[in-house]
């Protein structure tokens, strides 16, 4: 992206010499808030916001916030309730609320948070610096629309500075299955890909600040569908153009639907080695009566044959995945068939909730259905039992092997080296390595999350 997407909307709200304002943003929920949290603060940036570390020392909060259990949405009441002292000591603090939370309740939130000066929804970030400018101006705003322009054309270009080795790459948001208990394709609208010469270029330009690894990010990436010189790309080919790129070393994406990993994308597992073998790919249940009802539009074999397809291609491919418990109407046998899947499809890991009923989703009109709370937590206790046990085996496995390893930071011990392995797996070691590099590593020993091992070259 260049400056001439500067338009009167992101213009910076101040002269360059002006006092620099501090900015605290607080992110919740999936990476691709991370992601935005990255570009809202580069954002405000052009408007002389400069990122720092604690509330206390903010003239602005943003509070990124996630909707997907109402665990997650009443986290933001507790978190601005603790603000409240900090907008009495200073008066000219301004409390912003984005994110999903923002885009599904909007007006509601300065209702019941009267302190609260901006709501800016996912689609209206490159709004931010205009509305920051009437917060000052004493005047509040509401911002839900889902705008026709692309936010990220109207965000000034991106600064220049070194980067981390790893960066998350949004590439397409939004979603249209409109599973039964999600939010996610009311907070975040249909789905919309990104042209692919745009993310290319965004690509490039993380690299040459030197990032080796990329993830792409959608809410429904594999469902990706960007336009190049007027025809239609999907993930795949996007992939295999960003091979392309030398000094990217490593690709990887989240969050897959099981129905949108086609041919193209199954071979690319095979025939593309930048293209990591680690697949987040949710299939919330192990159930057909509960898939159906979760109109997931897929079937539990059709599931586990579509894993053996693609570990037909690459067989070392660490699977993990997204699990519900208590989806209203499941029964014992249900959960039952929820373990097996567990078990057959052999998640190395795999992340687990309590179903949580959303308003306006369909699954929340089922509450004459809702599992007793007690029977859903003896499950959920059940279920991350078994996958951690397997957890526990996939890591144990590791130890002996060879793996490779971007390292990401320093440790928190002397001399210590923190890295990924091509599965994801955290890796430790001791000794004399660059942050970007990747090194072959021999495993030693596990511990609950990560691995240790020793430099083998
Ligand atoms: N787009 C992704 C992730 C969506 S949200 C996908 O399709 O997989 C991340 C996870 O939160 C989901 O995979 C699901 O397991 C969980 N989740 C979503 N809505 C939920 C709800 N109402 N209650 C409990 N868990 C939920
Ligand atoms: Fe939600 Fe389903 Fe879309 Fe994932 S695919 S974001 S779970 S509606
Ligand atoms: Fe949460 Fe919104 Fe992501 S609801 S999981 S922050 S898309």
């Not at 910076?12 to 691709?32: H, N, R, S, W």
């Not at 999600?182 to 690299?207: H, N």
């Not at 992340?351 to 369909?362: D, H, I, V």
């Not at 070691?429 to 970007?436: A, C, F, K, P, R």
């Amino acid at each position: 992206m260049s400056d001439e997407n500067t338009t009167l909307e992101n213009a910076p709200l101040e002269a360059a010499d002006a006092p620099v304002k501090k900015l605290f943003i607080k992110t919740y929920g999936c990476q691709m808030n991370v992601y935005d949290s990255e570009r809202m603060a580069e954002a405000m940036g052009g408007s002389g916001y400069e990122s720092v570390d604690s509330p206390e020392a903010a003239d602005m909060i943003l509070l990124n916030t996630c909707h997907i259990r109402e665990k997650a949405a009443e986290k933001i009441y507790s978190e601005l309730g603790r603000y409240k002292d900090l907008k009495v000591q200073n008066p000219d603090l301004k409390i912003g609320v984005a994110g999903c939370v923002a885009q599904a309740e909007g007006e509601e939130i300065i209702r019941r948070q009267p302190m609260v000066d901006i709501v800016v929804g996912p689609q209206s970030y490159h709004r931010l610096p205009a509305l920051t400018a009437k917060a000052i101006a004493g005047e509040k705003s509401v911002e839900t629309d889902f705008p026709e322009e692309d936010k990220f054309d109207h965000m000034p270009a991106r600064p220049k500075a070194r980067r981390a080795p790893v960066a998350f790459l949004t590439v397409q948001e939004g979603c249209d299955k409109f599973c039964a208990f999600c939010v996610v394709p009311y907070t975040r609208g249909a789905e919309v890909s990104r042209p692919v010469d745009r993310i290319l270029d965004e690509a490039r330009d993380l690299v040459s600040r030197g990032v080796r690894e990329i993830t792409l990010l959608g809410q429904n990436v594999n469902g990706y569908h960007g336009l190049k010189d007027g025809k239609v790309w999907g993930l795949a080919a996007l992939i295999r153009a960003l091979a392309k790129i030398d000094d990217l070393k490593r690709i990887r994406f989240t969050t897959s639907h099981p129905n949108d990993m086609d041919d193209d994308l199954i071979a690319a597992h095979g025939d593309c080695d930048k293209l990591m073998p680690y697949l987040h790919l949710p299939v919330q249940s192990g159930s057909d009566p509960i898939l159906k009802a979760m109109n997931r539009k897929h079937t539990a074999a059709q599931y586990l044959a579509l894993i053996a397809r693609i570990r037909a291609v690459r067989p070392d491919l660490h699977l993990s995945g997204d699990f519900i418990v208590g989806f209203p109407g499941e029964t014992d046998q249900d959960f039952e068939d929820t373990m097996e899947i567990v078990r057959a499809a052999g998640f190395g890991t795999a992340y687990s909730f309590k179903y949580s009923p959303r308003p306006g989703t369909p699954a929340a009109e089922k509450g004459d259905k809702m599992v007793e709370d007690s029977v859903a937590h003896a499950r959920l206790h059940r279920l991350q039992a078994l996958i951690t046990e397997q957890q526990v085996a996939t890591q144990e496995a590791m130890v002996g092997r060879e793996l490779k390893v971007l390292f990401e930071k320093a440790g928190r011990l002397e001399g210590q080296m923190i890295g990924k392995s091509e599965y994801l797996h955290p890796v430790f070691v001791t000794g004399s390595v660059e942050i970007g590099d990747i090194r072959t590593v021999r495993i030693t020993g596990t511990e609950r999350n990560s691995l240790a091992g020793e430099l083998v070259d």
